[in-house]
């Protein structure tokens, strides 16, 4: 009760793209104040600082700073692991954007070094999708019986225009940047792991990211111990826009995602119907879900309840992407542990 009452005092690492976002999500948050940001790039830390009445400190600075009771990680992926240690030694709660690492290894190793730190605080792992509010009332339905048992899952997940080149090397490659979250969304839907993964996948779009030893294009293929399947289609490529859909299929019915439009604009003439192309990007169409995901982490820290998304999913999905990546090079299902 004396906890819910408090301010929480957050400081957030890395002042990039996701990390813009973040800030301004907790800085619009009431029980929340940011008090600092972190960031190697000295004009992005003060830009972003400044923006939010906050300091600029060096991740160490806010690690050893006892009033900051949560931190937010959102520097590069091979940070992660590190600073969520470091944050859950200092009695922080974290929330760390996804994914855990860009190898299983290393994650496994910091889910044990957390559940070994004597009255560590909770993490969550950023998997927004979830707090997407179409998603999650596709999953209320879904959880409340409407279509019975569901049986197969379809996910469809195409970016707008490929990243850059040093974007993909440093991003782990498409299973554990972008289908990541995918994986994420089949386990969460479904309430369970897969058995075993297959995966084929090209490089359609860009050769440079060939170049970069990844792919563009891919359909895997999560099977269920009971048999039950998701289907994901992940492209780093689609002309009309981001192109963001689900499909569950049961045994009483279909529930279905469409695109969110960027406006309700319907024309019709002669030739067809037009409507608006799908929303732009990811800031863009999941913009709510970022800040309800942070809401919820603040409730769980306030009101000191389990996380919505553990360290234990990130860690699971991050299983699912290595498993993917091991069934393209052989082309055979790749069974999880
Ligand atoms: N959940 C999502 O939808 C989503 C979307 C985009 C990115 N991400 C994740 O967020 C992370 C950051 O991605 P981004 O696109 O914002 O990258 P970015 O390159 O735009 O920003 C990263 C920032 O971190 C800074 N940085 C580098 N090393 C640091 C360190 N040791 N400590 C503090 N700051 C450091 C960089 O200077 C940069 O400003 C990645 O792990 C990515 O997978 C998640």
Redesign the pocket.
């Known amino acids: 009760m004396e906890r819910e009452r408090m301010t929480l005092q957050v400081g957030l690492?890395?002042?990039?793209?996701?990390?813009r976002l973040h800030a301004h999500n907790i800085a619009a948050e009431p029980r929340c104040r940011l008090a600092a940001v972190?960031?190697?790039?000295p004009e992005?830390a003060e830009r972003l600082a400044g923006a939010c009445g906050a300091a600029v400190r060096t991740?160490a600075e806010i690690l050893d700073d006892e009033a900051i009771g949560a931190i937010l990680i959102?520097?590069?992926?091979d940070?992660?692991a590190e600073l969520i240690e470091a944050g859950v030694r200092a009695g922080k709660a974290v929330f760390c954007?996804?994914?855990v690492d860009l190898a299983l290894t290393r994650a496994r190793a910091c889910l044990r070094a957390v559940a070994e730190t004597e009255g560590a605080q909770p993490v969550m792992i950023?998997f927004?999708r979830r707090f997407d509010p179409h998603f999650a009332a596709l999953k209320a339905a879904f959880d409340a019986g409407e279509i019975g048992r569901g049986t197969l899952l379809s996910i469809v997940s195409f970016d707008p225009a490929p990243p850059p080149p040093a974007y993909v090397r440093s991003?782990g490659g498409l299973f554990r940047?972008m289908s990541i979250?995918d994986f994420d969304i089949a386990c969460w839907i479904f309430g369970a792991l897969p058995e075993s993964v297959s995966a084929t996948g090209s490089c359609l779009v860009d050769p440079a990211i060939g170049a970069e030893g990844d792919i563009d294009t891919a359909v895997i293929t999560l099977r269920l111990a009971d048999g039950r399947i998701a289907t994901i289609r992940n492209s780093r490529r689609a002309s009309y826009g981001y192109d963001q859909r689900l499909e569950l299929l049961g045994e009483g019915g279909l529930l279905a995602v469409e695109n969110v439009p960027e406006n309700m604009l319907r024309k019709a003439g002669t030739q067809g119907v037009v409507g608006a192309r799908p929303e732009h990007f990811?800031l863009e169409r999941?913009h709510r879900s970022y800040a309800i995901a942070w809401e919820r982490f603040v409730d769980s820290v306030l009101q000191d309840t389990p996380v919505p998304v553990s360290l234990a999913d990130g860690v699971n999905a991050l299983a699912i992407a290595e498993a993917a990546a091991c069934a393209l090079e052989t082309g055979r299902a790749e069974a999880l542990p």
């Open positions: 690492i890395g002042a990039g793209r996701i990390g972190a960031d190697p790039l992005a991740p959102a520097s590069p992926t940070t992660h954007e996804k994914p950023g927004n991003s940047d979250h990811f999941y």
